[in-house]
């Protein structure tokens, strides 16, 4: 591929030119110039002149912001198709980061005067360029919403009947008993019902419980308008609690632009964890999925996660079999226990939900993956016992994250040698805190390399946040 047309391709990747035709692109092309960068090797620093636009082709980089002390803390991890450097470059300010690559990494670099000239002269850019600057906003608000101390996980009933007040409530009560921290649960955006499931004699806006969490029984003050009802019941309990457990009793569906509403987009703010409930003969159903996808584009990705949760509300429902894309299975429970308990009782938890329950605990802080893609061939044909890299694979990972899981898949992979190539596959992957990635990102990366080397690849392929790239 010539330089010109490898630029082309690489313009062509970002959201900011993705939409300039064939020749405008040349015509940027010819002006940038490619620059390749080794692991750990800085390409820009923090406090440098903003004087170039980055478009990343290859490899991944680290953002990075030097506090006090030298403190380095990673803010993101930027792949092929992402830019840098644009903010810099239109306030004319010293760059607010420093980026560092993290493998070998291609970047094709504009210079400011250029990328100007392109904003000035094409308005599609400018308009991609604006709409970019307010998904940084939009997700430095989240930012700072996910700073306060409390971590929420958003319950969602896909389908009637699927008990979610009752695992809701179990749920609250094994955080508080796991995390020993102050855990409050509530229902969005009428939570009456509660004093009924629950049994409460007295009706009151908060009832302390002596035996797990609290329970927000009214999110309505009067003295509020409407629009602020919201804010002021999040902004109290995310101060008041380190876990909050939330069931949405509203439907998601999105305007004719594809938004949600406002209350339900400020719940998305701040949950860290979202659990669908659906039954099992329903789980490849279009309103499943449907409401999968609408999710994914009002969340930061990289740091929520959802949950399929088949619940088997009735004896009937027993025959369907747990569908492999679900990701928990109740079974039915003939003598599901009653949420009304005693002053002096403690809430009974069926030993099924409980080993749900604590899974889903333990994944509450680990809202980052990593897969790695372990080939069954070499030599782009050479049929080849892929268990053994895959069992010192899941090994590696579960010394420096505390576990992992494989899975079998079929891979599509494009050979210098002999094009397009499919191939069974074994996907390892490990669900990780936003510090232990920062800490072994690079040892990860490092492995593996070593790995394409002795399985005598010419790429290996990973995913970071559901994000693929290529070593």
């Not at 308009?127 to 319950?155: F, P, Q, T």
């Not at 789980?283 to 499943?288: F, S």
């Not at 409401?291 to 009735?314: A, C, G, P, W, Y």
Request: overall charge negative; glycine content about 4%; charged content about 25%.
């Amino acid at each position: 591929m010539k330089i010109s047309d490898h630029a082309i391709s690489a313009l062509r990747q970002s959201a900011l030119f993705k939409q300039l035709p064939k020749e405008v692109l040349q015509s940027i092309a010819a002006k940038t110039k490619l620059r390749q960068f080794f692991p750990d090797e800085t390409i820009v620093w923090q406090g440098d002149p903003s004087d170039s636009l980055y478009v990343i082709t290859n490899g991944i980089v680290a953002v990075q912001r030097i506090g006090a002390n030298h403190q380095t803390q990673t803010l993101a991890y930027l792949m092929p198709g992402n830019t840098f450097g644009e903010v810099g470059i239109l306030e004319n300010q010293p760059r607010s980061a420093t980026v560092r690559a993290i493998t070998d990494v291609d970047v094709h670099v504009i210079r400011r005067e250029h990328f100007m000239e392109v904003l000035h002269r094409y308005p599609v850019v400018a308009i991609e360029l604006a709409k970019m600057l307010g998904r940084y906003l939009i997700d430095a608000n989240r930012r700072m919403a996910r700073s306060a101390k409390a971590r929420m996980v958003l319950i969602i009933n896909v389908f009637e009947g699927q008990g979610a007040t009752s695992i809701g409530v179990m749920l609250a009560n094994c955080l508080a008993e796991k995390t020993s921290a102050r855990t409050v649960y509530t229902e969005y955006p009428v939570p009456q019902k509660l004093i009924a499931d629950l049994g409460i004699e007295k009706r009151t806006k908060l009832y302390k419980s002596k035996h797990g969490s609290d329970f927000l029984i009214s999110l309505d003050d009067p003295a509020l308008p409407d629009v602020v009802k919201t804010t002021f019941m999040l902004d109290n309990i995310i101060t008041e609690y380190e876990n909050v457990v939330i069931t949405l009793n509203e439907s998601l569906d999105e305007d004719a632009d594809g938004s949600l509403d406002q209350d339900i987009v400020m719940l998305l703010d701040y949950v860290k964890q979202i659990i669908l409930l659906t039954p099992p003969d329903k789980v490849k159903d279009a309103q499943l999925v449907n409401t999968q996808q609408m999710l994914r584009k009002h969340i930061r990705r990289d740091e929520v996660q959802i949950f399929t949760l088949v619940n088997s509300t009735s004896e009937e429902l027993q025959h369907y079999p747990a569908d492999a894309g679900s990701d928990f299975y109740i079974p039915f429970i003939p003598d599901f226990p009653s949420l009304k308990i005693g002053k002096h009782e403690k809430l009974s938890v069926p030993t099924v939900l409980q080993n749900i329950f604590e899974m889903l605990i333990d994944r509450l802080e680990r809202s980052n993956n990593i897969g790695i893609f372990i080939p069954t061939t070499i030599d782009v044909d050479k049929a080849i016992d892929a268990k053994p890299y895959v069992e010192r694979t899941l090994n590696f990972l579960a010394e420096r994250f505390g576990g992992a899981t494989s899975k079998q898949a079929e891979g599509v992979w494009n050979s210098e040698q002999a094009g397009l190539v499919g191939e069974t596959v074994y996907v390892v992957y490990t669900y990780v805190t936003h510090n232990d990635m920062n800490r072994h990102l690079d040892e990860v990366i490092e492995y593996v390399k070593s790995l394409k080397k002795e399985l005598r690849q010419e790429a290996m392929a990973m995913e970071i946040n559901k994000k693929l790239t290529l070593i």
